[in-house]
């Protein structure tokens, strides 16, 4: 198998080129280092030169592609250039050779080249100086050191920056796309927060609109009729100024718009009241610690204010016992869903609501009659579930929900040390 030699590359062909020519035309005119000295020249022949000037000139071609092995043949060419004439030119392609060996090479072979060359260089002007007893004894060690310790230090502090500079792209490229995919999360996270939010703030209110307008068109009774429009109008209403917030938000309209409150578990008895005029039969089981404003009855009593769960009181678990605003949202809006899907999907039967403080969790449980209905009374788009289940999630709890000794079971388990739900 024949062996095929990497392609030089062009500039390094343009090097090999310009040497080669330049040697020949000092030849042409006679130019040698040692033509007119005493130094001991073992090969006359005029044309000596040429052959190392040749060889090393060839040796530039492998510069990049083979850089160990163009200065191991180099290295060899310049010392049959020192038996001849010599020319200036073998000497600097050679130099030329250390500095891409160091430059281009493997990391082992850049690594050695400037200590090999260093030590030459003292041992150069040292062994000599030490031997013949002549300080100009060291010129040969500075020699030793412009032919081939400068070039190989210079590559290699060239190599340094080279690889420094590589670096510090590899890590900009890594900054820039650990941050599209920060981004890229951040975004999805932001799109499913707003996706449960108006899932949660209008689906309820939608429902109750679409059952009772179906209740309007199928019963030939005026007052019946009057009452629903009556719900249906209240309901519009109501989620009109919803949407409005949750677009002020997106649209960040802070300076425009009040601030929307965040619902908290003291909201739940008028939204199960809410819920109660809408026909459902729902009762809430929870504490006043847990729940403020609910009655003993399971209905919701009024706070200082007059309004039903409100007041000053209505946040739940004031000073040590008080509930973290993220889990109070988490479950509130697990209600509101859990509601609005026995609104819709439930059959003939009580709704019930319990919630419980215990083993540092807020636990929570909504019951409802599972069972043959005639259909839903209102489309819905089966991302409730999935909502409610995110919502526990990012809160490191559980969520659970499906049918249990004959009732349609949500459980919900919201740690209380529980972060920010996004």
């Keep these: 198998m024949a062996l095929v030699l990497p392609r030089p590359h062009r500039d390094d062909v343009r090097i090999a080129a310009g040497g080669l020519l330049g040697g020949v035309v000092l030849w042409a005119l006679g130019i040698h280092p040692r033509a007119s000295s005493g130094d001991l020249v073992l090969w006359q022949a005029p044309w000596a030169p040429l052959v190392p000037l040749a060889v090393t000139a060839a040796c530039e071609l492998l510069r990049r592609v083979l850089p160990r092995t163009g200065l191991l043949v180099g290295t060899a060419a310049l010392v049959l250039d020192t038996l001849t004439l010599g020319s200036i030119v073998t000497v600097v392609l050679y130099t030329d050779l250390v500095y891409a060996a160091v430059l281009y090479g493997s990391p082992a072979t850049a690594r050695r080249i400037p200590w090999i060359t260093g030590l030459l260089t003292v041992l150069g002007g040292v062994v000599p100086a030490a031997l013949w007893r002549d300080p100009q004894g060291l010129l040969i060690g500075v020699g030793v050191g412009v032919v081939a310790f400068a070039p190989a230090a210079t590559g290699a502090l060239v190599r340094n920056h080279r690889d420094a500079a590589e670096a510090a792209r590899l890590r900009a490229e890594q900054t820039a796309l650990l941050a599209e995919m920060d981004r890229a999360q951040a975004v999805t996270a932001e799109r499913a927060r707003v996706a449960r939010e108006l899932h949660d703030m209008v689906a309820n209110h939608l429902s109750a609109i679409a059952i009772h307008s179906t209740a309007a068109l199928s019963l030939d009774d005026p007052g019946t009729a009057r009452d629903a429009l009556a719900v249906i109008r209240q309901n519009s209403v109501e989620g009109l100024a919803e949407m409005r917030r949750l677009i002020g938000i997106l ?101 019930r609501v319990v919630l419980e403080r215990a083993d540092g969790a807020l636990h929570l449980r909504v019951t409802s009659p599972y069972g043959p209905n005639g259909g839903p009374r209102a489309p819905g788009s089966g991302a409730g579930l999935t909502g409610m289940r995110e919502r526990a999630a990012l809160l490191g709890g559980s969520f659970r929900a499906g049918p249990e000794d004959g009732l349609w079971t949500v459980r919900a388990t919201l740690p209380l040390g529980g972060g920010e739900p996004q």
Aim: net charge negative.
């Design 251 to 351: 649209r960040d309209s802070a300076g425009d718009l009040e601030p929307t409150a965040t619902p908290t578990l003291g909201g739940l008895p008028a939204l199960v009241e809410g819920f109660r005029a809408h026909g459902l039969d729902v009762r809430l089981d929870a504490d006043a610690e847990t729940c403020p404003g609910t009655g003993p009855d399971g209905h919701p009593g009024t706070g200082p204010d007059g309004h039903l769960g409100t007041g000053p009181d209505a946040r739940p678990g004031s000073g040590r016992d008080r509930v973290p605003a993220p889990v109070e949202l988490a479950a509130y809006r697990i209600v509101q869903e859990s509601l609005t899907n026995a609104l819709k999907h439930a059959a003939e039967g009580p709704v």
